[in-house]
């Protein structure tokens, strides 16, 4: 089946640092590829998304290729700020697949940015 | 449009006792989900319904849950008997798929943290 593997965390890094979160998957169909954020006490929240190989997802800062080739999906900042630190979680909807439409999630990665 | 709203928040029940859960999704999204997040790990998929149609359960839900979406608006998920392996946090989540099928992105509402004595 579909799996999502995210690097193992947490991540503590200091302001301005640069970031990178790893996430592999693994599908039989065409994904399309998501990063959603957690932050303390709040919901889900979508971060960033590619439906196709080669296409960029923005936002906030936030970029992360669509990588066919390597089956990857990495989160990346520039400059990371204290109010970046949440729960990241990398995640799959596999068009192709039987399951239509259901995400599929890594493990979630910690990242606390300290001042 | 308010988001995707869940009730309640917080439930704490003893072993052997019921609990039901409710969403209410975006007001024009067609579809609803919901998943199970225990502390940890990410959320995992549960069930979901197009409409008041409920198009796929996971093997993770098992006989003791249930869930509807009676109207194609709201939905509800019961667990019966509850058993100290239930506690976890119930999200729910919406989407708005057109005609063609196309993928869309699923909105989360603040979760149900379910607490079994």
């Known amino acids: 089946g579909d799996s999502v593997t995210q690097m193992e965390g947490p991540v503590t890094l200091s302001e301005e640092a640069f970031l990178t979160i790893n996430c592999t998957y693994t599908?039989?169909?065409?994904?399309?590829l998501f990063w959603y954020v957690q932050y303390p006490g709040e919901g889900l929240q979508l971060l960033l998304k590619?439906?196709?190989?080669?296409d960029k997802g923005s936002n906030k800062g936030f970029e992360a290729t669509y990588r066919k080739e390597t089956t990857s999906f990495h989160l990346e900042k520039g400059s990371v700020q204290v109010s970046d630190s949440a729960v990241y979680f990398c995640?799959?909807?596999?068009?192709?697949?039987?399951?239509?439409?259901?995400?599929?999630f890594g493990q979630g990665t910690i990242l606390t940015v300290h001042p | 449009d308010t988001g995707v709203s869940q009730n309640p928040r917080h439930k704490i029940t003893k072993r052997g006792q019921n609990v039901t859960f409710r969403c209410d999704p975006i007001?024009?999204?067609?579809?609803l989900y919901w998943y199970r997040q225990t502390l940890g790990q990410g959320p995992e998929f549960l069930t979901y319904?197009?409409?008041?149609?409920?198009?796929?359960k996971s093997r993770l839900l098992s006989d003791r849950f249930s869930a509807e979406r009676p109207k194609g608006s709201f939905s509800t998920l019961e667990i019966q008997r509850t058993e100290q392996g239930d506690s976890a946090m119930y999200l729910c989540?919406?989407?708005?798929?057109?005609?063609?099928?196309?993928?869309?992105?699923?909105?989360f509402g603040p979760g149900t943290r379910l607490t079994v004595l």
């Open positions: 599908a039989t169909g065409y994904p399309s």
């Open positions: 007001s024009e999204h067609n579809r």
């Open positions: 989540a919406s989407s708005l798929i057109g005609a063609g099928g196309s993928t869309d992105t699923q909105y």
């Open positions: 590619a439906t196709k190989a080669d």
């Open positions: 319904f197009q409409n008041e149609a409920q198009l796929e």
């Open positions: 995640a799959l909807i596999n068009a192709g697949g039987t399951s239509y439409g259901k995400l599929t």
